[in-house]
């Protein structure tokens, strides 16, 4: 092959012999770096969140624009419909980086050999149901995904968890996968840290890429804890502490934190349905920061095992911490002071992942 490539290279172009084998090399070592592609597996893929990622994966946006990809979309057997037409529509943006689609309801073949899972699908809430009723119902789904995992993917596999409860549904899968290091699994609070950069650059009239270094503290729920003590922000050109450049303290102790907790509540309101658009890029936002790693001086929210934490949150949670990345490893950000109102807050939403906790393992031993 090489040969015939570099007679017919040399008939076309006049190239020298060394110019050729250059030019083949430089083909191979491309050809080399584009020929692994890795596997990813999204599931709840018939879903809205779904609907709103695939593309940005698809397209390079993600993990890298020389990136192949094998996508797998797994979703449960009614929606299968569905998800034939979501794989139609993949086929029909013709991404190159998009070696394979695969659809299925079967575990066994959706986790096989994954180098990435992103667990979207899980049990909603519904009304009249209480929070002990939607633990339960996806303990038995995480239980049933981190089961598989153990079974089927790589040990080195990264474990993005977003079906609500979040948290406790990626401790749920983590316990499920004993092989597999607990720091690969996490939960996204990503779009909660992107809420509260959002709220403070429209309160400053900035960009929110002005905004950096806020911090989501323990439960994707309403007790989290959006923080910004440690949170910086650009104006005109210089970096200032967000508490000196709004000289608001009330707003920032009040009405931020409960328009944070609570936003995802009022889109719903507005909008008929939950977020897709923002729980989208969210996720991309936090796949591609465990890719490639933090900007030097940024952190940023993600929910991760709370063991050997220097914050005073128990051992044994899936907690939001500030943390940075590097070679696709996470570290806690280490010696923030924390003052008593931030404590506060804090321990109130560890308490309620405890809480979550004892009750979803009450169900996971007996499931």
């Known amino acids: ?7 017919t290279v040399n008939m076309q172009f ?42 940005s994966i698809g397209n390079g946006s993600v993990f890298g624009k020389d990136q192949p ?5 797994l979703d449960i057997t009614p929606m299968m419909g569905v998800l034939d037409g979501v794989l139609m529509e993949l086929q029909d943006c013709a991404l190159p980086l998009l070696q394979d689609v695969i659809a299925t309801d079967k575990e066994e073949i959706a986790f096989k050999d994954l180098d990435v899972a992103v667990l979207v699908g899980s049990m909603p809430r519904r009304e009249g149901m209480e929070r002990k009723d939607l633990l339960k119902a996806n303990v038995k789904i995480f239980k049933s995904q981190g089961t598989a995992l153990e079974k089927y993917a790589k040990k080195s596999v990264k474990v993005i968890v977003v079906g609500n409860p979040a948290n406790t549904n990626c401790l749920t899968a983590s316990k499920s996968a004993p092989s597999i290091p607990k720091e690969n699994f996490s939960c996204l609070t990503r779009l909660d840290h992107n809420r509260a950069k959002s709220q403070i650059a429209l309160k400053l009239g900035v960009t929110a890429d ?4 806020v911090i989501i503290w323990g439960n994707h729920s ?15 050109g210089k970096e200032v502490g967000v508490y000196e450049a709004l000289k608001d303290d009330s707003w920032l102790k009040g009405e931020f934190i409960t328009t944070v907790q609570q936003r995802g509540a009022a889109v719903i309101k507005a909008r008929k349905l939950s977020s897709a658009m923002s729980a989208a890029k969210a996720i991309a936002d936090h796949i591609r920061d465990i890719w490639f790693g933090t900007p030097e001086g ?11 934490n220097s914050y005073g949150v128990p051992d044994d949670l899936l907690y939001s911490f500030p943390v940075v990345i590097k070679n696709k490893t996470w570290k806690f950000v280490e010696g923030l002071p924390i003052n008593d109102f931030s404590r506060e807050k804090m321990d109130l939403t560890a308490k309620e992942l405890t809480e979550e906790k004892e009750t979803a393992f009450e169900f996971l031993s007996s499931a």
């Open 222 to 236: 309403s007790t989290q804890y959006p923080d910004v003590n440690h949170a910086k922000v650009k104006l005109q």
């Open 210 to 213: 002005d905004v950096k270094n």
């Open 1 to 7: 092959i090489h040969f015939q490539y570099c007679t």
């Open 69 to 73: 990809i094998i996508l797998v979309l």
């Open 298 to 308: 940024e952190f940023v929210s993600m929910g991760v095992i709370s063991d050997g």
């Open 14 to 55: 006049d190239l020298t012999a060394g110019d050729c084998l250059l030019q083949v090399q430089r083909s191979a070592l491309q050809f080399a770096i584009m020929s692994e592609p890795i596997r990813v597996l999204v599931t709840g893929a018939a879903g809205q969140i779904a609907y709103s990622l695939l593309y």
